[in-house]
């Protein structure tokens, strides 16, 4: 059932005449004012996707400060940020300030990423796979290093003569967010990487794609792939309940605007190759009237499987269509979902 709905934006931005965000600056901004927009709308969550090399959102954490300065309620999170391209200890410390900031609201999508703009673009960042493993590796072992310094702990030795006075014994990263760790979500592309995230006490984040393990429709196998995640959770005995997230594009047919952008309909899910030789299994995507909305999300495996629905927007359609987007969905579908 769904308990949380957000938006997750891409932060496209293009120089076109026709793109309401010609630029990185529109891209950010705009990204702050949707934030504060769905938060008035009463919203659960504002997420922003993370590519390198690409006119879309690249740096997350000045972004999530910055929204996290101007709402008080909403949850900012990512969706997802590579962590092929992350020194993890410094990430450690943006992201404790990001989250102190917004007042303990971060809630960080991070993995192995997509196919980038570039080839092997993380070695523009100074980083590579040790000898013997591949970059997927370097990604997982960069969260897991991420994943210990945010439990708070001190693991670097004091300078006997520091400048500045020491508390005792060894040191950790400052500043420190206390429970931030537990809000840390794994984007998993796959079964085995679901279990896992759920093994190292991460959240579960499932997007609008998987790669294909069965030849089965995307929501079933997705719902296939969230319950394998539960089962591994359980196993692992963790003391508290996990989150789960699924994106979705979604859009309510409310009025002209809407049957002119979106009114073709919702589109058929598809397989195809995101990478040379990985199958993959694409979600299919939602328009029509709420009723019709409502029945057939209600059809989506995986949607009843998640507490966790973010809304997919079109983010170069400005701010005041975006937000029509979410109220519609809010006002007129979520409370058929169970939502509040």
Known sequence: MVKKLGFLSFGHWNPSPQSGTRSASD???????LAV???E??????????????????????????????????????????????????????AGAADLIAG??????????????????????????????????????????FLDVLKGNGFAQPNPRPMFPNPPGLLRLEPHSPGLRERIWWGAATNGTAEWAARLGMNLQSSTLKFD?????????QAEQIRAYREAWKAAGHAREPRVSVSRSIFALMDDRDRAYFGGGGSQDHFGYIEADTRAVFGRSYAAEPDVLIREL???????????????????????????????????????????
Request: negative net charge; aromatic residues 8%.
């Open 27 to 33: 891209a950010l901004l705009q990204s702050i004012d």
């Open 37 to 39: 927009a769905a938060e």
């Open 41 to 94: 709308l009463g919203a659960d969550g504002a997420y922003f996707r993370v590519h390198h090399f690409a006119r879309q959102l690249g740096s997350p954490f000045p972004l999530l400060a910055a929204a996290g300065a101007k709402t008080s309620r909403i949850e900012l999170g990512t969706a997802v940020i590579d962590m092929r391209y992350e020194n993890p200890l410094y990430m450690a410390e943006d």
């Open 104 to 145: 303990g609201r971060l809630q960080l999508g991070i993995s192995r990423g997509s196919p980038e703009q570039v080839i092997d673009g993380w070695r523009y960042f100074g980083y590579g796979p040790e000898e013997g493993k591949s970059d997927a590796d370097m990604a997982r072992r960069h969260a897991e290093v």
């Open 213 to 221: 393990e069965g030849g089965k429709p995307f929501h079933v196998q």
């Open 298 to 340: 209600k059809q989506d495996e995986a949607i009843a499987e998640a507490d966790t629905l973010l809304l997919t927007v079109p983010n170069q359609l400005g701010v005041a269509y975006n937000a029509h987007v979410i109220e519609a969905i809010l006002k007129h579908v979520a409370p058929g979902l169970g939502w509040r």
